[in-house]
């Protein structure tokens, strides 16, 4: 996962953020769904492991909801 600090963010045209928005939300969703089955992997508190699954399922739903990045990005 590409980790950048809020110190590098700008503001980006629409289309640009339209494209980049659905391709950072994935990324989060999926370090989210990676944390979560470390937890559920390694065991541990069942205060973690109880919203475990709901918190998968719920991520993998939002990622399924947003738009798949273009392979490349538009011309332009």
């Known amino acids: 996962m590409h980790r950048r600090p809020f110190s590098d963010a700008r503001p980006a045209a629409p289309a640009e953020a ?4 659905p391709q ?3 990324a989060h969703h999926i ?3 990676t944390m979560t089955r470390s937890a559920l992997r390694d065991g ?4 973690v492991q109880t919203p475990a699954a709901h918190i998968i399922n719920e ?3 939002e990622n399924d909801a947003l ?6 990005p538009p011309p332009g």
């Open 18 to 21: 339209s494209r980049l928005l």
């Open 24 to 26: 950072q939300m994935i």
């Open 31 to 33: 370090g989210v769904i």
């Open 44 to 47: 541990g508190n069942a205060h």
């Open 59 to 61: 991520q993998a739903a």
């Open 67 to 72: 738009p798949a990045p273009p392979a490349t």
